[in-house]
């Protein structure tokens, strides 16, 4: 949500006017201004031009909708991105039009935006020339750079928590008596069919992406984890049914210890490294 004030003087406007006047903005020379990565986007005032006597012209403009960028989200969702937009100008009726930033604009902005997931890092209005192609002719620009940081407490909340409850859902069967097999081997089992059924949901609500981020490596590690808690059990069945009780209570023993270890570990690494 964006408005963008654009200002030139035009000589054969000056003296035409005793006072400031609103005119249509089709009816005087004006410079055709683009949005380059706009997408789907409405403006929501009126195409007016205020004409001062001198020839001062103002022209203001809301731009409301979505626009491109280009992101990495290797690190989703602890990662920053770096929003743009691109306004530029090209030549029209043999005029050259020159953009020049006012950087003073920046004053006024608000220092939340409209996108509620996103916290503002830093924000910036630069001069530059925008090459649209290799061999394309550069065009007279401005640059607005909005460095952002995702904000992840949604994230905590919806997808780390409830997966650290599935992967404890599995610690629990090393407290299940070595005799109570029947009891042992379905717990686990019904934690992985937890954890496919909510990898399926999560699915509907993350990137679709070709690389493994972050939050990929946690849910491959998760699945990991509760993989080896079936493993063990699944071998404890074997050694219960051939007499080898102590050995079981031994390995329940230490999986007590270690699986919790193992998941506050990698729990660590992935989010904190």
Request: charged share 20%.
């Amino acid at each position: 949500d964006i408005i963008i004030i654009s200002s030139w003087k035009d000589n054969g406007l000056a003296g035409r006017y005793q006072e400031s006047t609103s005119i249509d903005l089709k009816e005087i020379w004006h410079p055709q201004l683009l949005i380059v990565n706009q997408r789907d986007v409405k403006k929501s005032l009126p195409e007016m031009a205020r004409i001062e006597p001198d020839g001062r012209v103002q022209y203001l403009q809301r731009y409301t909708g979505t626009y491109s960028a280009t992101l990495n989200l290797q690190a989703f969702p602890l990662d920053r991105q770096r929003l743009n937009i691109w306004l530029i100008a090209s030549q029209l009726l043999a005029r050259n039009v020159n953009i020049e930033a006012d950087v003073n604009m920046l004053n006024y902005r608000n220092d939340q935006l409209s996108i509620s997931d996103w916290g503002i890092i830093d924000i910036a209005l630069n001069q530059r020339e925008f090459t649209a192609t290799s061999n394309s002719t550069p065009a007279s620009g401005v640059e607005l750079t909005i460095d952002v940081k995702r904000k992840f407490g949604y994230y905590i909340i919806q997808i780390i928590i409830p997966l650290l409850a599935i992967m404890l859902m599995a610690w629990s069967v090393f407290w299940i008596p070595p005799e109570a097999i029947n009891v042992r081997v379905p717990v686990v089992i019904t934690t992985m069919l937890t954890l496919i059924a909510y990898r399926f949901a999560l699915a509907q609500r993350v990137p679709k992406l070709s690389y493994i981020t972050r939050l990929d490596w946690f849910l491959l590690g998760s699945t990991g984890l509760v993989m080896l808690v079936l493993g063990a059990m699944a071998y404890s069945a074997y050694m219960a049914n051939a007499g080898r009780i102590d050995w079981v209570k031994k390995t329940d023993w230490y999986g007590r210890f270690i699986y919790p270890t193992l998941v506050v570990g990698f729990t660590l690494l992935v989010w904190l490294v």
